[in-house]
């Protein structure tokens, strides 16, 4: 049974649009009942009196995680098939300082800015329509001037457990003892800023 569903199951194109509303659907609902929505709420990891990107975000990596773990072991997914995209460190700096600038000055990501959209917020609009102007910018400059960001201080399509040489699990349990070892630290700052 490895491979994807739609191929395992022989779902048409349409079936997967259909899927694919329904899952968007329901993440968007997820993001609005957490609050996600909100500039003010996602920003706050940035000012110190909101964790709840943080949170969410390291317990999403090591339930994940702990799920592929799992699914290898039992049998319904072999890991060494799974395939690995080259990383690129410079680039990804570069990419991920203009994402972080984009997200403490809009209060947004990507995502959450169209379920904030929906609700009504003009702020989200503007944003999404920032981030259409930045595709386009993108798009002209590419073939001259953003080409050669693109592919800058390539890695090794390695992960983390070639490169220490250890075995997946225990790289699940060193995220797991992050978690443990961060979250009450955060949630004292968290109340420490939420208070003044």
């Known amino acids: 049974m490895i491979g ?57 990596i090591v339930s994940a995680g702990l799920l592929i773990w799992l699914s290898s072991t039992i049998g319904l997914l072999k890991f060494d098939m799974l395939t690995f ?17 984009g997200f403490v000055f809009g209060g947004f990501c990507p995502g959450t800015s169209l379920v904030s959209a929906v609700t009504g917020s003009f702020d989200a609009m ?7 102007v930045g595709i386009g910018i993108w798009d002209i400059g590419y073939s001259w001037l953003f ?27 060193i995220a797991f003892v992050i978690v443990v070892v961060t979250f009450p630290i955060v949630m004292k700052v968290e109340k420490k800023f939420k208070d003044e």
């Open 4 to 60: 994807p569903l739609y191929k395992i199951l022989g779902w048409s194109h349409g079936t997967l649009m259909l899927l694919a509303l329904i899952i968007g659907f329901f993440f968007g609902y997820a993001l609005y009942r957490s609050g996600f929505y909100s500039s003010k709420k996602l920003a706050g990891v940035f000012y110190l009196y909101d964790f709840a990107v943080y949170k969410v975000i390291f317990g999403g």
């Open 85 to 101: 995209h080259p990383s690129y460190l410079l680039s990804s700096l570069i990419g991920g300082f203009l994402f972080g600038i």
């Open 126 to 132: 503007a944003f999404i329509l920032g981030i259409y």
């Open 147 to 173: 080409k050669g960001l693109n592919h800058l201080g390539k890695i090794k399509e390695k992960t983390l457990m070639e490169l220490w040489n250890i075995p997946y699990i225990v790289l699940i349990i």
